[in-house]
C-alpha cells in the first residue's frame, strides 16, 4: 500500500522507503526582498524561479550578483544563500518549490561537487510554463497530478546544456533520430558498465526524459529495455573474467553489481548454472560459451544502481 510521509520526506511502498524525489511544497507569490542581506539555510533540496529582474543573491554572503529575469535557482539540502533588495526593486512574482530526495547521486551533478548550487536560464520559458502548470494543478503536493508536474521540471533540469560555471541552459533539445538513441545507449553501456549507471543518468546524457528514452530505446531495439541491456552487458564481461579465473569478489567489484549473491543469482538465471559450477562445466568441457545463454529471458537483477524506483 502507498502512503505519504512528508515529515520523514520520502515515499513508501509497502514499508521501504523510494529514492524517487518527492515534491513536498509548492508556492506561488509576489514578494519583495529585505532590505538587509537575509540568509537562508534549507534543509531539504529547493528551487525558486523569477519572471522579472529582482535584488541580488550570495553563496558566501560578500560576493554578490544581481538574480536576472527568467532565471531558477537550485539548492541542495543544507546550501546556505544570501539574497538582498537594490534600490531599484519592486515586488515581483516567485514560485518556489520544496522537495526531498534520500539518494541524490542523480541530481548531485547539477550542482556541482561541493557546491551545492547551479542557476538555470530559460529564455525560452519552458521552465516557467512548467512551474505555471504546477501551479495550475494547486501545486497539490499529495496528488499525482502534482508529483506528475514535479517531474516534468526535473526533466527539464536534467536535459539543460552546461554552460560556464554553474550555470545551465533550458533548452527543449534536439532529439537524436531514430535508431540512433539506440546507439547512444550501447555507446553508454560499454563504457560506463561497471560504474553506477542509472536510466536518469542515460537520459540526461542523451538529452531525453526518461520516459522518452524508454519507450524510443523499446521501438528501435524490438522491446528491449536500457536496464536490462545494461545487465545483459555486465553478465556477458562476468562470464568472460570467470572463465579467465577471475575470482567471483573481483568480477563483482568489476561489473557493478551489488554483491556475489545477487551476481550468481543473475548468472544462473542468464546461463543455467551458478558461476563456480559454469566455470566447472566449461573446464570440464561439458557445456561451452553461449551454448546455455537464456538471454531472451526477462532480466530483474539486482545490481548495484541501476533501477530507478
Known amino acids: 500500500m502507498r502512503k505519504w510521509d512528508d515529515n520523514a520526506g520520502g515515499v513508501f511502498f509497502g514499508g521501504e522507503r523510494s529514492l524517487i524525489p518527492?515534491?513536498?511544497?509548492?508556492?506561488?507569490?509576489?514578494r519583495r526582498l529585505p532590505h538587509r542581506a537575509h540568509i537562508r539555510y534549507p534543509r531539504?533540496?529547493?528551487?525558486?524561479?523569477?519572471v522579472e529582474a529582482a535584488g541580488e543573491f550570495s553563496l558566501d554572503?560578500?560576493?554578490w550578483r544581481p538574480r536576472e529575469a527568467h532565471t531558477a535557482h537550485l539548492y541542495?539540502?543544507?546550501?546556505?544563500?544570501?539574497?538582498?533588495?537594490?534600490?531599484?526593486?519592486?515586488?515581483?512574482?516567485?514560485?518556489?518549490?520544496?522537495?526531498?530526495?534520500?539518494?541524490?547521486?542523480?541530481?548531485?551533478?547539477?550542482?556541482?561537487?561541493?557546491?551545492g548550487f547551479s542557476r538555470f536560464l530559460d529564455p525560452e520559458g519552458l521552465l516557467a510554463a512548467a512551474f505555471a502548470h504546477l501551479a495550475g494543478s494547486g501545486g497539490a503536493t499529495r496528488s499525482w497530478r502534482g508529483q506528475a508536474d514535479f517531474y516534468a521540471i526535473l526533466d527539464l533540469l536534467l536535459a539543460a546544456q552546461?554552460?560556464?560555471?554553474?550555470?545551465?541552459?533550458?533548452?527543449?533539445?534536439?532529439?537524436?533520430?531514430?535508431?540512433?538513441?539506440?546507439?547512444h545507449v550501447e555507446a553508454q553501456i560499454r563504457e560506463h558498465y561497471h560504474e553506477p549507471l542509472?536510466?536518469?543518468?542515460?537520459?540526461?546524457?542523451?538529452g531525453v526524459s526518461v520516459s522518452t528514452l524508454t519507450h524510443r530505446y523499446r521501438v528501435e531495439t524490438g522491446g528491449r529495455t536500457p536496464i536490462g541491456r545494461l545487465i545483459e552487458h555486465r553478465l556477458d564481461v562476468a562470464?568472460?573474467?570467470?572463465?579467465?579465473?577471475?575470482?567471483?569478489?573481483?568480477v563483482v567489484a568489476h561489473t557493478g553489481f551489488y554483491d556475489e549473491f545477487h551476481l550468481s543469482k543473475a548468472f544462473k538465471r542468464r546461463f543455467g548454472f551458478p558461476p563456480r559450477r559454469y566455470t566447472r562445466l566449461h573446464a570440464a568441457g561439458e557445456i561451452h560459451s553461449g551454448q546455455t545463454d537464456q538471454a531472451s529471458h526477462p532480466s530483474t537483477h539486482w545490481v548495484r544502481n541501476t533501477t530507478t524506483p
Open 61 to 63: 554572503g560578500h560576493r
Open 162 to 183: 552546461p554552460m560556464t560555471g554553474a550555470d545551465r541552459l533550458i533548452t527543449a533539445g534536439i532529439p537524436l533520430p531514430s535508431r540512433q538513441l539506440a546507439e
Open 239 to 250: 562470464r568472460g573474467m570467470l572463465l579467465k579465473g577471475t575470482s567471483l569478489k573481483a
Open 76 to 115: 541542495s539540502a543544507g546550501c546556505a544563500y544570501w539574497e538582498r533588495s537594490t534600490p531599484a526593486d519592486v515586488p515581483f512574482h516567485e514560485t518556489y518549490i520544496i522537495f526531498s530526495i534520500e539518494d541524490s547521486r542523480d541530481l548531485d551533478p547539477l550542482v556541482g561537487p561541493g557546491q
Open 198 to 206: 542509472t536510466l536518469i543518468a542515460m537520459a540526461r546524457k542523451a
Open 22 to 30: 518527492h515534491l513536498m511544497n509548492s508556492t506561488r507569490l509576489v
Open 44 to 50: 531539504q533540496w529547493s528551487m525558486d524561479y523569477h
